[in-house]
């Protein structure tokens, strides 16, 4: 019988190879370091492979138009300092699933024409930005066409001098999916900015003392924001061109000045505001071309307006709302109402219930003529506290003649609403 022999040298260079690739690549760390064997972030970047971790230790280096092009996690040590020297814009993010915390990010460079930012992300998804600082930025952090991305526990701080010359705390264009949570944004022109953003939540966030508004939303749907906090912007909110938004949980506060607004929507179909505090607003909320938004157990509190509902606005519904010590509590600019107001509680309401189920015997008007006559001309304020205005205002209630004759709360309710805000 003939023995045939198999060389095996054959088979194995193809063996160990195939075996080879088999092993996964372990992920490394790289370590930044002034004085050490690397010394840029970007030197990191360039030697970095996917997956690889880049520790940026304490140092202050020079953010120049960064380029993040590999899934990488880039992890700042205490006391590490990216600066745009206020010529350039710092990190620019183009590949998938990379995270940026604890790294503070300091003097971008101010464009018209390129919108730099401290972070941008351009067209990419799953990546993560974290518990970083922003100082003397022009825009933050900045989204484009990006998807399924979080954007968590930052504090970012805008160079906060005119509207012309600052961009968003946080500015979303053509994304969905995307978190926006935890974060403290100041001294912005919007403090939070999605534009064409749908599907995506906006979270237990501060807004404060931006010079145009906290929030801005455009030609955004399906987005919700609950439990932030509005302080002293020029508009808390400001909803526009949208459709099912959810707004619950939210605090709405001395966004107070001329023309200042809690809470502004403009032609937005079918939302849903609830359980939310307005307090110390000019007007709490504005809505103009509005149409199907369920107002809902929310606080209207010592505003100068509570409820602006323009004419053009239909099928709103406010139940079970505490309106307590506004100025005015609904104002509206035409003779006409399709909007319902039933079931709600009302400071100054001050009829009866004889029968004692809770509900006023008498129904409540809720525009007062003088609040009609102020939203055609302001300067009537002057005349708000005198004896001819109070006059003028029960002769409108006996006999509505400039008011809405419809726009009336059939139930008013004699005791507040417990909301838990």
Known sequence: MKTIFIPITKYLAPLVLL???????????????????????????????????????????????????????????????LDGMGKYQIMVITADSVTVKNLTFRNVGVSYLDDNAAIKLKNVSHCRITNDTLENVFFGVYLLNTNHSIVSDNTITGNGRQEVSSGGGIHLHECNHITITGNHVIKSRDGIYFEFVDSSSIRNNVSEHNIRY????????????????????????????????????????????????????????????????????????????????????????????????????????????????????????????????????????????????????????????????????????????????????????????LTPKNLIDNNPLMHKVEISV
């Open 19 to 81: 075996l080879f690739c088999s092993v996964p690549v372990l992920a490394k760390n790289i370590i930044v370091k002034k004085n050490g064997a690397v010394q840029t972030l970007q030197a990191a970047l360039d030697m970095a492979h996917k997956n690889d971790r880049i520790i940026v230790t304490k140092g202050i280096y020079a953010g120049k138009q960064i380029t993040v092009n590999k899934s990488v996690t880039i992890i700042g040590r205490k006391g590490a300092v």
């Open 214 to 401: 906290g929030l801005h939303l455009m030609y955004s749907h399906h987005d919700s924001f609950s439990h932030n906090t509005f302080i002293d912007n020029r508009a808390g909110g400001v909803v526009m061109y949208s459709s099912f938004i959810t707004m619950k949980h939210n605090h709405f506060r001395h966004n107070w000045g001329d023309n200042n607004d809690g809470l502004l929507l403009k032609e937005l179909n079918d939302g849903i505001v609830e359980q939310n505090r307005f307090y110390k607003n000019s007007s709490a909320v504005y809505s103009e071309g509005s149409n199907r938004v369920k107002f809902d157990h929310n606080n209207f509190i010592q505003n100068g307006w509570a409820a602006k509902i323009m004419s053009n606005c239909t099928k709103n519904d406010f139940t079970k709302n505490n309106f307590i010590e506004n100025s005015f509590d609904v104002s509206t600019s035409g003779s006409t109402n399709l909007n319902s107001f039933n079931g709600n509680y009302w400071s100054s309401y001050s009829g009866y219930d004889l029968d004692r189920d809770g509900i006023g015997d008498v129904p409540f008007h809720p525009v007062s003529l003088f609040s009609y006559m102020v939203n055609k001309h302001k300067p009537a304020l002057i005349l708000m506290h005198s004896l001819f205005i109070k006059f003028l205002n029960v002769a409108e209630k006996a006999l509505p003649v």
